[in-house]
């Protein structure tokens, strides 16, 4: 009976398919007049001896950037003025993410698969620091996700991924000028009857060259100066508007 089960295992697992992704450029730059670039994330559906895979599969990919601690603010209304009022502070919040699916996420997977591989927004875990009443950090989540999809740091492309053949698959991902620097992860989960199959990822390194790196190298290394130049230079800015439009 044992080796039976043994048997059966071993045939299951080699009905799982294997994942080999590409992504078109895995390093981005970005230099003075970056206005945005469009990466292109492809690969195949393989059986374990390199062959079409034996069915359908529903792909779903994402491209995650590096998490970072970050405060939301809530303005309110006093006396006409908008000021800060509530505020939370999320501890793993992903400064850049997209999602791209054959199909809409509801039709693939459920909502608890879907937390499990954070896969579409409103699964993203970013764990709030401290405690706080869960309708609230549902709020503060919503309105952080919102301002990052407005800004383009945030996307979702529902039936974006097109496959051919039940092999080749491939998807576009667009990175706006605003995109963050660090090392990015690019995931492909392979998924059928609502259970992920089998997942793959690579990696993309997006830096700044040239005078951007140089600034935002002191701006890292150097903030204090940093901080103090940019007054100074807020300043001296203000000043020279001031002397221009005293001449007009």
Same mark, same amino acid.
């Given at each position: 009976?044992?080796?039976?089960?043994?048997?059966?295992?071993?045939?299951?697992?080699?009905?799982?398919?294997?994942?080999?992704?590409?992504?078109?450029?895995?390093?981005?730059?970005?230099?003075?007049?970056?206005?945005?670039?469009?990466?292109?994330?492809?690969?195949?559906?393989?059986?374990?001896?390199?062959?079409?895979?034996?069915?359908?599969?529903?792909?779903?990919?994402?491209?995650?950037?590096?998490?970072?601690?970050?405060?939301?603010?809530?303005? *309110?209304?006093?006396?006409?003025?908008?000021?800060?009022?509530?505020?939370?502070?999320?501890?793993?919040?992903?400064?850049?993410?997209?999602?791209?699916?054959?199909?809409?996420?509801? !039709?693939?997977?459920?909502?608890?698969?879907?937390?499990?591989?954070?896969? *579409?927004?409103?699964?993203?875990?970013?764990?709030?620091?401290?405690?706080?009443?869960?309708?609230?950090?549902?709020?503060?989540?919503?309105?952080?996700?919102?301002?990052?999809?407005?800004? *383009?740091?945030?996307?979702?492309?529902?039936?974006?991924?097109?496959?051919?053949?039940?092999?080749?698959?491939?998807?576009?991902?667009?990175?706006?000028?605003?995109?963050?620097?660090?090392?990015?992860?690019?995931?492909?989960?392979?998924?059928?009857?609502?259970?992920?199959?089998?997942?793959?990822?690579?990696?993309?390194?997006?830096?700044?060259?040239?005078?951007?790196?140089?600034?935002? !190298?002191?701006?890292?290394?150097?903030?204090?100066?940093? *901080?103090?130049?940019?007054?100074?230079?807020?300043?001296?800015?203000?000043?020279?508007?001031?002397?221009?439009?005293?001449?007009?």
């Amino acid at each position: 009976m044992l080796i039976v089960l043994a048997v059966l295992v071993l045939l299951t697992g080699a009905r799982d398919p294997i994942l080999v992704p590409e992504v078109s450029q895995h390093e981005v730059r970005l230099r003075q007049g970056f206005t945005g670039t469009e990466l292109l994330l492809f690969g195949a559906i393989l059986s374990p001896d390199g062959t079409r895979a034996a069915r359908d599969y529903d792909i779903v990919v994402v491209l995650k950037g590096p998490t970072q601690s970050i405060v939301v603010r809530e303005k *309110g209304k006093v006396a006409g003025i908008w000021i800060n009022a509530d505020s939370t502070e999320f501890r793993s919040a992903p400064s850049y993410y997209a999602i791209a699916t054959t199909k809409p996420i509801k !039709d693939i997977i459920d909502d608890k698969t879907a937390a499990i591989y954070e896969l *579409g927004l409103p699964w993203l875990q970013l764990s709030p620091i401290g405690a706080i009443d869960p309708k609230e950090q549902q709020r503060f989540a919503q309105g952080l996700v919102d301002l990052n999809l407005r800004n *383009g740091l945030y996307r979702q492309n529902e039936s974006a991924v097109t496959v051919k053949e039940q092999v080749l698959y491939q998807a576009r991902i667009y990175l706006p000028s605003s995109v963050p620097i660090g090392t990015y992860t690019a995931e492909t989960f392979a998924i059928s009857k609502g259970r992920v199959i089998a997942s793959a990822s690579s990696n993309v390194e997006i830096r700044k060259l040239g005078f951007e790196r140089a600034i935002a !190298d002191f701006a890292d290394k150097q903030s204090i100066f940093y *901080g103090l130049i940019a007054v100074i230079v807020s300043i001296l800015m203000g000043w020279l508007a001031g002397r221009l439009f005293a001449l007009v």
